[in-house]
């Protein structure tokens, strides 16, 4: 599967953006798929993850209440709404995917086969 992430963009604390993940081909529904992010200096992070019927879905710490991911299979995407943004959000978002599910990894990167590329959300103070 080939992943194609957009929506980034610069954003005032307290504002709020909607990333798109787009994902190629027609298996799409068998995938879990993720958000991860990075900021400069730091290591890549969970950020969600939704099962592939869309029914569970898991959060880090520092984003429940504030993000929610989704997905739409007939379209082939997933989403993450991000509101109450703060400066500390700012990174490159990752969007991946891997057919297997394991309640011990989907948190974690090597959980994850496919990743797309990134892209940037800045919020500024």
């Known amino acids: 599967v080939q992943l194609q992430a957009s929506g980034g963009g610069l954003v005032q604390a307290g504002g709020s953006l909607r990333l798109s993940c787009a994902a190629s081909g027609r298996t799409f529904r068998t995938y879990v798929m993720g958000w991860f992010r990075q900021a400069p200096g730091k290591e890549r992070e969970f950020v969600a993850a939704?099962?592939?019927?869309?029914?569970?879905?898991y959060y880090a710490d520092s984003v429940k209440g504030r993000f929610t991911i989704t997905r739409d299979n007939a379209k082939n995407a997933v989403y993450l709404q991000m509101n109450s943004l703060k400066p500390e959000d700012t990174a490159v978002y990752y969007c991946?995917?891997?057919?297997?599910?394991?309640?011990?990894?989907?948190?974690?990167?090597?959980?994850?086969?496919?990743w797309g590329q990134g892209t940037l959300v800045t919020v500024s103070s």
């Open positions: 939704i099962v592939r019927s869309g029914g569970n879905t």
């Open positions: 991946a995917a891997d057919r297997s599910f394991s309640m011990h990894t989907v948190t974690l990167r090597r959980g994850y086969e496919y």
